[in-house]
C-alpha cells in the first residue's frame, strides 16, 4: 500500500474515536463559554466597585487566575477537592477550570470596553434618575459589548485551543483520544494533523459566527 | 459596497486556504522516507560518529525513572542507560537523557528523536507490530493498587460498577479493564502519577501499575497496597528502538544478554540491588556450576 492509502486507512479507522473526542471538545467548550462570559460579567462589577476593598477583592481574584498556569488550576481542583471531600466529576472540574480563569480575562476585556465608553453616557443617565447597576445594564453594557465582540471572539478561541489541558485529568476529549489513538497505531504526524483540523474547524466556525454578529451589530448602529 | 458580500467572500477564501494548506501536510509527511533499510545508516555508526547517545526515559516512574529530593533524574531505566554509554563509549556520562511521555515513546524511535528508549516498556507482540524491542531486562507485571482499607482483594471484586480504575493511555489497559472488570469505570490518564494520585485521593478505587512500580510506591505510601492476584503473567520490560535497523538491535540486544546473565552481570547486579534491595537470578549463572 502507498503511503496516501495507509494514512487514509487509518484515518478512517480512527475516525469514530476522533469524532467522539471533538465531540466533547465541543461540549466543554459550550459549558465553558457562556460560564466564563457571565462570570466575567459577574467580575467586572466589583472590579469597576468605588470601594478600594471590593474593587481590591476583584482585582485579587483577576490577577491571580491570569497569572498561574491552567494546567496548575485545573490539576488543583482536581486532586485537591477530594481532600475537602467534595468529588465532582473530571468533565465538570475541566470546565470548572478553564471558566474561571477565563473569567479573568473576560473581565478585563469587558472593562476596556465599559470605560471606552464616554463618562457624559455615565453622567446623562445618572442626571435623569437611574441607579448605577441600571446605568449599566441598559445604557453602557449594550454598548460596550458592540464594541469588544472582536477581542471577546479571540478569548473564546483561546478558549477552545485551552480545552486540550483537560486531557491531564482524563477527560476524553480530542486531544487525549488522539494520544490513545497514536499508541494504537504508532502514528503521530498523521493523527496530529488530522485533529488539528478539527480544532481549525471549530475556532474558525466560533470567529465567522462572531464577526456574523460584528457585521449585524455594525449595521443596526 | 454589501459588508455581507465581502464577508462571504472573506469567509470562504479562509476555507480554501486553509484547505489548501492542509492538503500539503500529508505529502510533506511523506517526505520523510517510510525507514528504507538499505539507504539509511544505522544508528550504531550515527552515534559513534555522534559522540553520545540520546536515550527516552521518564520521569514519572519511580523507582524506573523519577526525580529525586535533589532535583536530579535518576532511576533503574537511567543506569541501565548509562551502562549502554559506557559499554559503547567507555564513557557513562556520554549520554543524554530525554523525558518524554508514554505517549511519545513510539513516534520518537520512529522518527529519530531518541536512539532508543528505556522506559517501563512491556513487551507485546503487537507492539513489536511498529517498534523493535531486544531481550527483556527486568521482569514485571500488571498488579492493581488499592487503598488499604479498601474492600477489594481479588481483580473480580473490582467488576462492579460502583468502582473506578485508573488507566494509562496505554490501550492494552484499556482492554485488560474491559476483559477482567467490564462493569467498572474507567479513567485514563497521560501520567502514572497522575494514576497514582487518582487511587491516593480517592478518585479512583484502583490502578494498573507495573509490578516493581507498584511495589515500590507501596514501601513510601503505607496507605496504599498491592493486590496478591497479578493481572498478567510474568512479563518482561525491554529497551525499544524503531524497525529496519537490524545492525542497531543486534548491538543493543547482546548488551542487554551480557547485563542479565553474561560478562556484564555484576554491573546489572549492582544497578538491581541499589534500587530493589535484592540480588536479580540469573539461570546461566545457576547452571554455570559456579558456586556464587
Known amino acids: 500500500m502507498d503511503y496516501a492509502a495507509q494514512t487514509a486507512h487509518l484515518l478512517i479507522r480512527e475516525f469514530p474515536q476522533l469524532i467522539a473526542g471533538f465531540l466533547v471538545t ?3 467548550a459550550s459549558a465553558a463559554i457562556p460560564l466564563a462570559l457571565i462570570l466575567g460579567l459577574l467580575l467586572v462589577v466589583p472590579r469597576m466597585a468605588k470601594s478600594s476593598a471590593i474593587a481590591g477583592a476583584a482585582i485579587a481574584y483577576i490577577e491571580l487566575m491570569r497569572n498561574t498556569p491552567l494546567l496548575a488550576q485545573i490539576y488543583l481542583i482536581y486532586f485537591g477537592l477530594p481532600l475537602l471531600g467534595l468529588y ?29 465608553i464616554s463618562p457624559q453616557q455615565w453622567e446623562a443617565a445618572r442626571a435623569i434618575g437611574m441607579r448605577k447597576l441600571k446605568v449599566l445594564r441598559l445604557v453602557i453594557l449594550p454598548q460596550a459589548i458592540v464594541r469588544i465582540l472582536g477581542p471577546l471572539g479571540n478569548q473564546m478561541i483561546i478558549l477552545i485551543k485551552d480545552t486540550s489541558l483537560v486531557s491531564a485529568i482524563g477527560v476524553m476529549e480530542l486531544t487525549m483520544t488522539a494520544k490513545m489513538a497514536i499508541e494504537r497505531s504508532a502514528a503521530s504526524a498523521e493523527i496530529f494533523v488530522a485533529i488539528g483540523a478539527f480544532y481549525l474547524i471549530l475556532t474558525t466556525f466560533v470567529g465567522a459566527v462572531v464577526r456574523l454578529a460584528e457585521h449585524y451589530a455594525a449595521e443596526s448602529n | 459596497m454589501t459588508s455581507r458580500r465581502e464577508f462571504v467572500t472573506k469567509v470562504s477564501s479562509v476555507v480554501a486556504g486553509s484547505g489548501l494548506v492542509l492538503a500539503q501536510g500529508p505529502s510533506a509527511s511523506a517526505q520523510q522516507p517510510a525507514p528504507a533499510s538499505g539507504s539509511s545508516q544505522s544508528k550504531l555508526d550515527e ?16 523507582p524506573f525513572g523519577f526525580i529525586d529530593e535533589k532535583g536530579e533524574l535518576v532511576g533503574f531505566d537511567i543506569d541501565i542507560a548509562k551502562l549502554f554509554a559506557k559499554e559503547i563509549f567507555g564513557d557513562e556520562t556520554k549520554v543524554e537523557l530525554f523525558k518524554q511521555g508514554f505517549a511519545a515513546r513510539w513516534p520518537n524511535v520512529q522518527n529519530g528523536t531518541v536512539d532508543f528508549g528505556a522506559q ?29 482499607d479498601s474492600s477489594i482483594n481479588k481483580v473480580a471484586d473490582l467488576n462492579n460498577a460502583s468502582y473506578t480504575v485508573a488507566h494509562l493511555t496505554a490501550p492494552v489497559q484499556a482492554e485488560r479493564g474491559k476483559r477482567l472488570y467490564p462493569n467498572a469505570k474507567f479513567l485514563t490518564f497521560d501520567s502514572i502519577s497522575a494514576q497514582f494520585n487518582a487511587v491516593k485521593l480517592g478518585r479512583a478505587t484502583a490502578a494498573q501499575l507495573d509490578s516493581p512500580v507498584a511495589f515500590y ?4 505510601n503505607p496507605d496504599i497496597r498491592v493486590l496478591d492476584e497479578w493481572l498478567t503473567d510474568v512479563t518482561g520490560n525491554a529497551v525499544f528502538l524503531r524497525q529496519d535497523d537490524f545492525k542497531w538491535w543486534l548491538f543493543l540486544d547482546t548488551v542487554v544478554a551480557e547485563m542479565v546473565g553474561g560478562s556484564r552481570f555484576s554491573a546489572y547486579k549492582a544497578i538491581y540491588k541499589k534500587w530493589f534491595g535484592i540480588e536479580p ?10 558456586k556464587a
Do not use: W
Not at chain 1, 465538570?92 to 478585563?108: P, R
Open chain 2, 281 to 290: 537470578s540469573s539461570a546461566r549463572i545457576a547452571q554455570s556450576g559456579r
Open chain 1, 26 to 28: 465541543i461540549g466543554v
Open chain 2, 47 to 62: 552515534i559513534r560518529a555522534r559522540g553520545k547517545i540520546i536515550v527516552g526515559v521518564t520521569s514519572e516512574a519511580p
Open chain 2, 120 to 148: 517501563v516498556t512491556t513487551v507485546y507482540p503487537d507492539r513489536a507490530l511498529n517498534v523493535a524491542f531486544t531481550r527483556p531486562y527486568i521482569d514485571s507485571g500488571i498488579v492493581l493498587i488499592v487503598k488499604k
Open chain 1, 88 to 116: 465532582p466529576s473530571e468533565f465538570t472540574c475541566g470546565v470548572a477550570g478553564i471558566a474561571l480563569q477565563h473569567a479573568a480575562f473576560m473581565a478585563e476585556t469587558y472593562r476596556g470596553g465599559i470605560e471606552s
Open chain 2, 217 to 220: 510506591y507501596a514501601k513510601d
